[in-house]
């Protein structure tokens, strides 16, 4: 049972360049969790899913694109890397109260 | 969104318990109180959650104050392992979604 799974670990971008990260469970969760956290600060909650096909925005998702095709995979999309998105980019998932959170994706714009 | 109010941060020494609070005075009454924390370089990871009487699991206690304006997250025998950042979050009943705060920066001493 590996829980949430997200890929790559660490990643450094060029400005304008674009990519993916991924993310997936193997819990068998309907709701699925993109934030992001910058340095000493608390978590952002990017997108979020309730189940296979449905996704919505949270509180910073300009920058970003989500979908969710499957129960288990919910891949963040980054379109146009920008400095400002450098971060550490959390993955979660839960059944109903408790979230489980992925080790995270650290993303370098340079 | 009800908001909380954490202390930045709070020291202890190893063994000892740790007392933390969190000041809700606008919590609703559907509004659950939930309790994370993020050890160094991980994904956050769920602690305890109540809803108005007290809580304990193998992690914590959770005590609520009667009129659940406030609450205190109990550790009862800190370790060094426990040093984490600990986020107080209010969920609503029917909302599937966590906003983290800055949370508080606890330090154990050995």
């Known amino acids: 049972n590996a829980g949430v799974t997200q890929t790559p670990k660490f990643r450094i971008l060029k400005i304008g360049q674009s990519m993916t990260l991924q993310c997936t469970q193997d819990m068998n969760h309907n709701y699925m969790y993109w934030y992001r956290q910058d340095p000493g600060m608390g978590l952002k909650l990017i997108y979020y899913s309730v189940g296979a096909g449905i996704t919505d925005k949270g509180e910073v998702p300009n920058g970003y694109n989500v979908s969710r095709s499957t129960t288990e995979d919910f891949p963040l999309r980054l379109e146009l890397a920008a400095p400002s998105q450098t971060s550490v980019y959390f993955c979660?998932?839960?059944?109903?109260?408790?979230?489980?959170f992925g080790e995270g994706s650290r993303l370098t714009v340079l | 969104d009800a908001k909380t109010t954490q202390p930045n941060s709070m020291e202890s020494n190893e063994e000892e318990p740790v007392h933390l609070p969190c000041n809700h005075s606008?919590?609703?009454?559907?509004?659950?109180i939930h309790w994370y924390r993020q050890l160094p370089s991980q994904g956050p990871e769920y602690v305890i959650h109540?809803?108005?009487s007290n809580v304990n699991n193998r992690m914590a206690s959770l005590a609520i104050a009667e009129d659940r304006k406030s609450s205190t997250l109990i550790l009862h025998r800190a370790t060094l392992r426990d040093a984490a950042v600990y986020y107080c979050i209010l969920r609503a009943g029917n909302d599937y979604k966590l906003s983290f705060g800055a949370g508080t920066t606890v330090t154990v001493r050995a």
């Open positions: 606008t919590i609703s009454g559907t509004d659950y």
């Open positions: 979660a998932s839960s059944l109903v109260r408790e979230l489980f």
């Open positions: 109540g809803l108005t």
